[in-house]
């Protein structure tokens, strides 16, 4: 065979190659980018940044070189640290331990919360009503439809006081692209989940629990409370004057807030028996006075 044919076959092979190429490049089987074999819709998961995972010790560094202000403690402060970072799309939910001077150890920590573009840098600090003290993150929800889940806190709205238990949502704003506090009612950010005694010409005491999953079977969460008030009198606990049960069930309904309030109707019972499956040994659970 001359020299001559064999460039002739193999310019032929290397149109036909050319040729399947084309043809594969639209089916998805021909990739060149460094992406290939991940997950577009990836991008679309919240997932909460793990400093152990080396691809999120990049972002988190990003993150704390950003917040390098934030992090600086002040005249009220001790020290600041990032505590937590959620992730959706380009949005951070970025979470800030702060030490206030003036308090005990034990009461002494208070949170900010941020919206981060990790894109552009840009910072939106999330603003709570209340101060949310010694907070602890609950599971995410999801209250309506929306692209991502919810983040749930619960926190004292202060210390060394008489306190009472808050829960806020941070929900994702697709439209705005960042993160935001959901309102509750229409001026409220917050559930009122729990009570320290309350001190006036009665001592009122409350025993309360809450959850947060689907209370009224439409497919969404919803989030119910349920609180035993034990009135009695200021010089003596064991003189009981009245005890009440009421259960509150907060839901979002066509894009608006709903709250119900139950004492002594059938749904009452529901919500009781809902709230304890998760909580069998509360005191509402295990005695019931309605």
């Given at each position: 065979?001359l ?8 310019v ?12 594969c ?5 021909v ?7 991940k997950?577009?819709a990836?991008?679309?998961?919240f ?16 993150v ?14 001790l020290?600041?640290?990032?505590v937590?970072v959620?992730v ?7 979470a800030?331990?702060?030490t206030?001077?003036?308090?005990q150890?034990k ?12 894109s552009?840098?840009?910072?939106l ?5 209340s101060t ?13 439809p929306?692209p991502?889940p919810?983040?749930l ?8 006081c ?7 949502a ?8 960042r993160?935001q ?14 009570s ?12 309360c629990?809450?959850s947060v999953?689907?209370f ?15 009135e009695?009198?200021?010089n ?14 907060s ?6 807030p ?6 002594d109707?059938p749904?009452?019972?529901r919500?009781?028996q809902?709230l304890?499956l998760?909580?069998?040994k509360?005191a ?7």
């Amino acid at each position: 065979m001359l020299a001559s044919d064999f460039c002739e076959i193999a310019v032929a092979m290397t149109k036909t190659l050319l040729r399947i190429a084309v043809l594969c490049v639209p089916m998805g089987f021909v990739c060149f980018s460094s992406g290939c074999g991940k997950n577009p819709a990836a991008k679309d998961e919240f997932r909460w940044l793990d400093i152990g995972v080396s691809a999120d010790a990049a972002a988190l560094g990003r993150v704390k070189s950003a917040f390098a202000g934030e992090l600086r403690p002040d005249e009220s402060t001790l020290a600041r640290k990032i505590v937590r970072v959620g992730v959706f799309r380009n949005a951070a939910l970025v979470a800030v331990d702060a030490t206030a001077r003036d308090k005990q150890e034990k009461w002494n920590h208070f949170f900010e919360f941020y919206n981060f573009d990790m894109s552009s840098g840009a910072k939106l600090r999330l603003k709570l009503q209340s101060t949310a003290w010694l907070v602890n993150f609950q599971k995410l929800a999801k209250f309506e439809p929306g692209p991502a889940p919810e983040v749930l806190v619960s926190y004292y709205d202060c210390t060394e006081c008489e306190a009472v238990t808050l829960l806020s949502a941070f929900r994702f704003d697709a439209a705005a692209n960042r993160w935001q506090p959901r309102l509750w009612t229409e001026s409220h950010d917050a559930i009122l989940v729990d009570s320290d005694p309350d001190l006036g010409e009665f001592l009122a005491s409350y025993e309360c629990v809450f959850s947060v999953r689907d209370f009224d079977g439409d497919g969404w969460d919803d989030v119910g409370v349920g609180c035993r008030r034990t009135e009695s009198e200021m010089n003596d606990a064991q003189k009981v004057r009245s005890v009440q049960d009421t259960f509150d069930v907060s839901s979002y309904r066509n894009g608006q807030p709903q709250n119900r309030v139950f004492k002594d109707e059938p749904a009452a019972e529901r919500a009781r028996q809902i709230l304890c499956l998760e909580n069998p040994k509360h005191a509402l659970c295990t005695a019931k006075t309605l």
